[in-house]
């Protein structure tokens, strides 16, 4: 006749199982700290916003520096859209209609730059509008826990048709 196991084994047992699809699909995600630069054909943005956008989750949005750099903390580990704007840098006005306001619920890293439009005319660079927009942006990334660098390389179109403002 065989033995039934103890109640302790039976006990470490239960608590494995439920360990090992926590272990499969992670344990609460966590958030990243990002940081990089941002280039358009090769040469640093010199203005601009980038805003990742997190599915179920809260998106971040920061501000391009003069130098392309850029770093957001708290962003929801896993995989994020990346949008890229510079129409706020435009000195010229034109703005992107909606595209470059934030997501429901969050706010812009800046409402524009507070420089001179002789400023503004140095550091606006156009991009595509396809980087902008959360539908059509091709950028992708996978944010995970803790610190990590990711350089955005943004290229021109090869649609004949975009043409720059």
């Given at each position: 006749?065989g033995r039934?196991?103890?109640?302790?084994?039976?006990r470490?047992?239960?608590?494995?199982?439920?360990?090992?699809p926590?272990?499969?699909?992670g344990?609460?995600g966590?958030?990243?700290?990002?940081?990089g630069?941002?280039?358009?054909?090769?040469k640093?943005?010199?203005?601009?916003?980038?805003?990742?956008?997190?599915?179920?989750k809260?998106?971040?949005?920061?501000?391009?520096?003069?130098?392309g750099?850029?770093?957001?903390e708290?962003?929801?580990?896993?995989p994020?859209?990346?949008?890229?704007e510079?129409?706020?840098?435009n000195?010229?006005?034109?703005?992107?209609?909606?595209?470059?306001?934030?997501p429901?619920?969050?706010?812009?890293?800046?409402?524009g730059?507070k420089?001179?439009?002789a400023?503004?005319?140095?550091?606006y660079?156009w991009?595509p509008?396809i980087?902008?927009?959360?539908?059509q942006?091709?950028?992708?990334y996978?944010?995970?826990?803790?610190?990590?660098?990711?350089d955005v390389?943004?290229?021109?179109?090869?649609n004949?048709?975009?043409?720059?403002?």
């Open positions: 006749m039934s196991p103890s109640p302790g084994l039976r470490w047992c239960a608590f494995l199982a439920l360990l090992v926590l272990g499969t699909i344990c609460g966590g958030t990243g700290t990002l940081s630069k941002v280039y358009y054909d090769g640093p943005l010199k203005g601009g916003n980038m805003t990742f956008i997190c599915t179920g809260p998106s971040i949005s920061t501000k391009i520096n003069e130098d750099s850029y770093q957001t708290g962003i929801s580990a896993g994020v859209k990346i949008c890229v510079t129409e706020s840098w000195p010229r006005g034109k703005t992107m209609g909606g595209m470059n306001k934030p429901p619920g969050q706010t812009s890293p800046a409402t730059p420089s001179s439009g400023e503004m005319l140095k550091r660079v991009i509008p980087y902008a927009d959360p539908d942006t091709p950028l992708t996978t944010v995970t826990r803790g610190n990590q660098t990711h390389k943004l290229e021109p179109l090869a004949p048709g975009e043409k720059k403002p």
